[in-house]
């Protein structure tokens, strides 16, 4: 099979029709775009075999994930997805592993209107690497600058089930049969919180989606915007198999799991009721979980307000641990 040959069959899918800002897809030079809305949002993940995914990963979850990785970036800017470009690089032609993982990724792209519109297909070690176009109305962009001292810290979903299920697959530690059903998929399959991030435009100011820890990626927005925060460590909200484990394993890997594709996001407590409609309107669970303060730095909570002088590194892939 030729690389075109390998294009056509697993994603050019000339039957289908575009969303209406995308005016050419798959088989050009470039595809070609014609914005509806104000603002573009564009963004970038790249996923290499052996660093963000294990070999013999199945590949319909895999296509799943690239793509919702991508999709959660839109989300946690609270713009509409529009189409995606897919760059791949394969160490041979396998046509069960495309026929899968073509599966998972259209599955994913389908149910939230997002059309490939091009790429790139090349020999080499497995990577994958996905653009991402979404657009925003005149309300604007949910930035990592926007927190005000004041605001209310949420979290959508559940935390730490993903980080689990990955520390069961390195030998970490075991899992019964039972949970580990409950907690891999948060791992594989991911969900987007793209409704949601949508939905909160006008009502959060701050917001960032959750892939490195939800501590270190809270330190994003704290940093962006000069302010504080302090959160209440045990309301994070634990994923149902981690939440039965023990207390100093929940809240590591509810801080500073990873994985996770949640959105954090700030909102003035005086919109409360609007973002806890949101949510409704979207059905998703969001967690009040702290505030942001005007003294700069992370304070991490129990219950009862006592600090737990805790700190944990967040992930980052040129520092080993
Ligand atoms: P060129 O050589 O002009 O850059 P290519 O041969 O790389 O074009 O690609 C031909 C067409 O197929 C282009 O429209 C490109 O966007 C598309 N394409 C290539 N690889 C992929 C892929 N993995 N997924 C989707 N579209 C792809
Ligand atoms: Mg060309």
Same mark, same amino acid.
């Given at each position: 099979m030729s690389e075109f040959d390998l294009i056509?069959?697993?994603?050019?899918?000339?039957?289908? +029709?575009h969303p209406p800002s995308v005016l050419l897809g798959v088989g050009d030079d470039c595809a070609l775009l014609r914005p509806v809305q104000q603002q573009q949002a564009i963004s970038m993940d790249m996923l290499v075999e052996g660093r963000h995914f294990l070999p013999g990963t199945d590949p319909i979850a895999l296509g799943h994930k690239c793509l919702a990785v991508n999709l959660s970036d839109l989300a946690a800017m609270g713009a509409r997805p529009v189409g995606f470009t897919l760059a791949l690089a394969l160490p041979d032609i396998d046509e069960d592993w495309l026929q899968g993982f073509s599966t998972g990724l259209f599955a994913l792209a389908d149910q939230h209107g997002c059309a490939l519109i091009g790429g790139d297909t090349t020999k080499g070690p497995r990577t994958i690497c996905i653009t991402v176009f979404g657009e925003l109305d005149a309300a604007g962009a949910l930035l990592r600058s926007a927190a005000r001292t004041g605001d209310d810290i949420w979290v959508s979903g559940t935390l730490g089930d993903a980080r689990l299920a990955l520390s069961y697959r390195l030998g %970490?530690? @075991? $899992?019964?049969?039972?949970? $580990?059903? &409950?907690?891999?998929?948060r791992?594989?399959?991911? @969900?987007?919180?793209? %409704?949601? +991030?949508m939905a909160l435009v006008g009502v959060a100011h701050a917001a960032i989606d959750i892939s490195d820890g939800f501590g270190g990626d809270l330190g994003h927005i704290l940093t962006r915007s000069g302010v504080g925060a302090t959160i209440d460590v045990d309301a994070l909200p634990a994923g149902p198999t981690l939440a039965r484990q023990p207390v100093t394993l929940r809240r590591e890997y509810c801080v500073a799991g990873g994985d996770d594709y949640e959105l954090c996001f700030t909102a003035p407590q005086a919109h409360r &009721?609007? *973002?806890?409609?949101?949510?409704?309107?979207? &059905? @998703?669970? *969001? @967690?009040?979980? +702290?505030?942001?303060d005007a003294l700069p730095g992370l304070r991490l909570t129990d219950h009862s307000g006592s600090d737990l002088r805790l700190t944990y590194p967040s992930f980052d892939h040129f520092i080993t641990p």
């Amino acid at each position: 099979m030729s690389e075109f040959d390998l294009i056509a069959r697993y994603f050019a899918r000339p039957d289908r +029709g575009h969303p209406p800002s995308v005016l050419l897809g798959v088989g050009d030079d470039c595809a070609l775009l014609r914005p509806v809305q104000q603002q573009q949002a564009i963004s970038m993940d790249m996923l290499v075999e052996g660093r963000h995914f294990l070999p013999g990963t199945d590949p319909i979850a895999l296509g799943h994930k690239c793509l919702a990785v991508n999709l959660s970036d839109l989300a946690a800017m609270g713009a509409r997805p529009v189409g995606f470009t897919l760059a791949l690089a394969l160490p041979d032609i396998d046509e069960d592993w495309l026929q899968g993982f073509s599966t998972g990724l259209f599955a994913l792209a389908d149910q939230h209107g997002c059309a490939l519109i091009g790429g790139d297909t090349t020999k080499g070690p497995r990577t994958i690497c996905i653009t991402v176009f979404g657009e925003l109305d005149a309300a604007g962009a949910l930035l990592r600058s926007a927190a005000r001292t004041g605001d209310d810290i949420w979290v959508s979903g559940t935390l730490g089930d993903a980080r689990l299920a990955l520390s069961y697959r390195l030998g %970490e530690r @075991t $899992l019964d049969e039972n949970a $580990l059903a &409950q907690c891999a998929p948060r791992m594989d399959r991911p @969900t987007p919180r793209n %409704e949601l +991030g949508m939905a909160l435009v006008g009502v959060a100011h701050a917001a960032i989606d959750i892939s490195d820890g939800f501590g270190g990626d809270l330190g994003h927005i704290l940093t962006r915007s000069g302010v504080g925060a302090t959160i209440d460590v045990d309301a994070l909200p634990a994923g149902p198999t981690l939440a039965r484990q023990p207390v100093t394993l929940r809240r590591e890997y509810c801080v500073a799991g990873g994985d996770d594709y949640e959105l954090c996001f700030t909102a003035p407590q005086a919109h409360r &009721q609007a *973002v806890l409609d949101a949510a409704c309107r979207t &059905q @998703t669970l *969001v @967690t009040r979980v +702290g505030c942001i303060d005007a003294l700069p730095g992370l304070r991490l909570t129990d219950h009862s307000g006592s600090d737990l002088r805790l700190t944990y590194p967040s992930f980052d892939h040129f520092i080993t641990p």
